[in-house]
């Protein structure tokens, strides 16, 4: 069965990392461009990141430049968000996704999610 499943989501002090990491099973990530996409209470889902198929074109949206990073390894079926100096504004649902075509962060590009994993930034 397709599946994508993000973890490493949780509770951190404004100003500490996460890595998110999104694991699929039944297919392979080889040939997918991944993206990650947030969304908070009462706001609308956010593009944040995307990485190619081949690892070496990203994206990130402004609000996360120079604080984030996405990679990608294709052995390990697995794409991950590294995440340092958090702000409570990135508290939010977390979801990776696949699309078959380029890197972007619109999110009608993205055929398949996964169910989220929550980040909560605060004191």
């Known amino acids: 069965q397709v599946q994508l499943v993000e973890s490493g989501g949780g509770l951190v002090q404004p100003g500490g990392s996460l890595r998110l990491s999104c694991a699929a099973s039944?297919?392979?990530?080889?040939?997918?461009?991944i993206g990650w996409f947030r969304q908070a209470p009462g706001k609308e889902r956010e593009g944040v990141s995307c990485?190619?198929?081949?690892?070496?074109?990203?994206r990130y949206a402004d609000s996360v430049k120079g604080r984030f990073t996405i990679s990608r390894d294709n052995a390990k079926n697995t794409v991950y968000l590294q995440m340092n100096s958090l702000k409570p504004e990135d508290t939010a649902d977390y979801y990776c996704?696949?699309?078959?075509?380029?890197?972007?962060?619109?999110?009608?590009?993205?055929?398949?999610w996964g169910l989220g994993t929550q980040v909560t930034v605060s004191s």
């Open positions: 996704a696949r699309s078959r075509w380029e890197c972007a962060l619109r999110s009608g590009e993205y055929d398949f």
């Open positions: 039944g297919f392979s990530l080889e040939t997918y461009a």
């Open positions: 990485v190619n198929s081949s690892g070496r074109s990203t």
